[in-house]
C-alpha cells in the first residue's frame, strides 16, 4: 500500500517536472517573441517620430517659402507667425543646450 502511494507520487512528481519542462520551453520561445516585438515596436516608433520631424521641417520651410497653407492641406492656423516663432524659439533652445554640453 505505502509502495503505491510512493510510485504514484514518484510518477506525478515525474509529469510535474516534464510539465515544469515544457512550460519553460514555451516560457523561453514567448520572451525571444517578446523581445522581438519590443525591439520591432520601437523601431517603428523611432521610424515614426523621423517621419513626423522631416513633416514638421518640411511644413515649417514651406510655410517659409510662401506656399499657401491650402495647397498643403493644412489650415491656416497651423501656420500662423506664433507657431513659426514658436518653432524658432525651441531650435535655438536645442542649440543652446548643445553648446553647454
Same mark, same amino acid.
Not at 7 to 24: A, F, G, N, P
Given at each position: 500500500?505505502?509502495?503505491?502511494?510512493?510510485?504514484?507520487?514518484?510518477?506525478?512528481?515525474?509529469?510535474?517536472?516534464?510539465?515544469?519542462?515544457?512550460?519553460?520551453?514555451?516560457?523561453?520561445?514567448? %520572451? =525571444?517573441?517578446?523581445?522581438? *516585438?519590443?525591439?520591432? +515596436? $520601437?523601431?517603428?516608433?523611432?521610424?515614426?517620430?523621423? /517621419?513626423? &520631424? %522631416? =513633416?514638421?521641417?518640411?511644413? *515649417?520651410?514651406?510655410? +517659409? $517659402?510662401?506656399?499657401?497653407?491650402?495647397?498643403?492641406? /493644412?489650415? &491656416? %492656423?497651423?501656420?500662423?507667425?506664433?507657431?513659426?516663432?514658436?518653432?524658432?524659439?525651441?531650435?535655438?533652445?536645442?542649440?543652446?543646450?548643445?553648446? %553647454?554640453?
Amino acid at each position: 500500500m505505502v509502495a503505491d502511494q510512493l510510485s504514484k507520487v514518484v510518477d506525478k512528481t515525474v509529469r510535474l517536472i516534464e510539465l515544469c519542462s515544457v512550460l519553460q520551453e514555451e516560457n523561453d520561445l514567448l %520572451k =525571444l517573441e517578446n523581445d522581438s *516585438l519590443s525591439q520591432l +515596436l $520601437e523601431n517603428a516608433k523611432n521610424k515614426n517620430a523621423e /517621419l513626423e &520631424e %522631416k =513633416l514638421r521641417i518640411m511644413t *515649417l520651410a514651406r510655410s +517659409l $517659402e510662401g506656399k499657401v497653407a491650402d495647397e498643403l492641406g /493644412l489650415n &491656416e %492656423k497651423a501656420l500662423d507667425i506664433k507657431q513659426k516663432i514658436t518653432e524658432f524659439v525651441r531650435e535655438i533652445d536645442k542649440c543652446i543646450v548643445l553648446l %553647454k554640453k
